[in-house]
């Protein structure tokens, strides 16, 4: 079999309101560009890739030429023609490479009439856990609702999403407001759903002083992990000496030389693995081996999905036999999807793992040709900025936090 075109098409989907985070926000809306890879069998698969708020359609024409007849089943050839690590110093195409990864996985499966996780190894659970992502969030510009920015705000957004998608795991997104404030909402989340389990993420805003009395101060909580709360490996080897939690990142270990370095000299425990961040659903199967042979935990990162991008979380999340932590997922806060039925659904806090043949979803050309449109109207947007303060960027580690009075 051989590849004989590729399409990407760039859409945009809104979110149900802007989202906060320590560099900027997801402004109401997420930027995601869908890839269509066909082969002289007929089959087609799919891939999708995002940017942080711009289209990547561009970059995905110009690998035709690297792509043109190759075979799809020739993965680890794959790897070698487009992202070759002694060259990506000039061309680094690791996220371009886990879009088409995902497509050739598609066509593999299609082919062979089975879904992805066979492909991998075979699947151990059915369904896949989530957290509860939380977000401090500007309210949506139209409607004027959906603002999350005092802790009564915070819970009340969070016994939502628990009524509605069975979530008992909270993850809330910090690194917006001073570091105390925060501590303010995480401590009420915990207070407002006993029994359940959380974990905090500055996205690496924190100094690493700010970083230990932040995770001393929570040390009593049911905590999965702390998330990034400071930047680089040896910020985050000082932190873990000093606090009683497991560390998380998504950061400072997404790739095989920083995973060796983490186990030779260790700062982080828990591996946050990101199917488009490592180059593949395979690269983090791949890391997930590594850490289970050295017992480091590891869980399924969010980079932001729309269903694909989720199709190659959940198969991942589905042959990873020492999975004990829920997944992220950005998803709940988008209003649709460009799936064939719009979004999967979520039950008991999981997503079912798609069953059909290849990534197990279809697109729905009415809803793709609809946010391509949507796209089209609105642009890109810049994700490291954020839309309520214009001139303002954060420092790392950074002090000049948003105002939880505004
Ligand atoms: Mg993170």
């Not at 711009?54 to 070698?80: C, K, S, V, W």
């Not at 957290?131 to 016994?159: C, K, M, N, W």
């Not at 829920?326 to 997503?351: E, P, Q, R």
Request: charged content about 20%.
């Amino acid at each position: 079999m051989r590849i004989t075109d590729l399409r990407a098409t760039t859409v945009t989907v809104p979110l149900e309101a802007p989202l906060r985070h320590s560099n900027g926000a997801h402004w109401g809306r997420f930027v995601r560009t869908i890839v269509e890879v066909d082969t002289d069998e007929g089959i087609t698969g799919l891939g999708e890739m995002g940017g942080g708020g711009q289209g990547a359609a561009l970059a995905f024409a110009g690998l035709r030429p690297y792509l043109l007849g190759h075979d799809p089943f020739a993965l680890e050839e794959l790897r070698f023609k487009i992202a070759n690590p002694t060259a990506s110093l000039y061309n680094n195409r690791t996220q371009l490479l886990a879009a088409i990864e995902f497509a050739c996985l598609d066509i593999v499966g299609k082919a062979l009439g089975t879904p992805v996780y066979n492909l991998l190894g075979g699947k151990v659970r059915d369904r896949v856990p989530f957290a509860s992502y939380l977000f401090f969030r500007y309210a949506d510009a139209a409607s004027g609702i959906g603002e999350v920015r005092t802790p009564d705000q915070l819970v009340e957004h969070a016994l939502a999403l628990k009524a509605a998608h069975g979530f008992t795991t909270h993850k809330l997104k910090g690194g917006v407001y001073p570091p105390a404030y925060e501590l303010e909402c995480y401590r009420a989340l915990a207070a407002a759903l006993p029994g359940d389990r959380f974990r905090h993420d500055p996205n690496c805003a924190l100094s690493v002083e700010e970083a230990i009395r932040f995770g001393r101060a929570i040390e009593d909580l049911d905590n999965d992990y702390y998330e990034d709360p400071t930047w680089g490996l040896n910020g985050m080897r000082r932190v873990r000496e000093a606090v009683r939690i497991p560390l998380a990142t998504n950061t400072v270990v997404v790739n095989p030389e920083q995973l060796a370095t983490n186990l030779r000299d260790p700062a982080v425990d828990t591996i946050l693995l990101d199917t488009t961040f490592w180059g593949g659903i395979r690269a983090c199967v791949k890391a997930a081996n590594v850490c289970e042979t050295f017992q480091q935990s590891v869980a399924v990162h969010s980079s932001g999905e729309l269903g694909i991008q989720l199709a190659t979380m959940l198969h991942l999340g589905a042959v990873l036999p020492a999975l004990t932590l829920a997944a992220d997922a950005h998803y709940h806060h988008l209003t649709d999807d460009v799936l064939t039925g719009g979004k999967l659904a979520y039950a008991g806090g999981s997503i079912a793992v798609p069953e059909g043949p290849g990534l197990g979803v279809t697109l729905d050309r009415d809803r793709l040709e609809r946010y391509a449109e949507l796209y089209r109207e609105l642009g890109d947007y810049p994700y490291d900025r954020d839309p309520g303060r214009p001139d303002w960027y954060p420092l790392v580690p950074n002090e000049r936090w948003a105002d939880p009075g505004q």
